[in-house]
C-alpha cells in the first residue's frame, strides 16, 4: 500500500507511478473509483485521475515477492497539476 499525503505545494496530484523492483512479479493493482490505470511491461504501475492538495488517499496493489529474502525499494513518482515528487530514495 502506498500513501500519498499531500499534493505537490498546493497542487493536486494527477497521478501515481509505482515503479516495481526486480524480482517482484504479478502486480495487480487494486483499482479506484475515478481513476485509470496502466501498466509497462510489468514494471510499472499508473493510476490516473484527481486528488486535491489537502486530502489523502492509498492506493494498494497485490504482488507476488521474490523467493530470496532481502529490502525492496520501491521507487513511486507523484506528478501533480504543477510539479512532481520523486520518491526515490533509498535508506
Do not use: N
Not at 35 to 64: C, I, N, P
Not at 72 to 83: A, D, N, P, T, Y
Request: charged share 20%.
Amino acid at each position: 500500500m502506498f500513501r500519498v499525503g499531500h499534493g505537490c505545494e498546493g497542487s493536486p496530484t494527477q497521478a501515481i507511478t509505482v515503479h516495481l523492483p526486480p524480482g517482484v512479479e504479478h502486480a495487480h493493482p487494486m483499482p479506484k473509483a475515478g481513476w485509470s490505470l496502466a501498466s509497462a511491461d510489468a514494471t510499472q504501475v499508473s493510476w490516473r485521475g484527481a486528488l486535491a492538495d489537502a486530502h489523502y488517499d492509498e492506493f494498494v496493489l497485490r504482488l507476488k515477492l521474490p523467493a530470496q529474502a532481502g529490502p525492496l525499494w520501491f521507487r513511486v513518482h507523484q506528478q501533480c497539476e504543477r510539479g512532481a515528487i520523486d520518491w526515490a530514495e533509498q535508506p
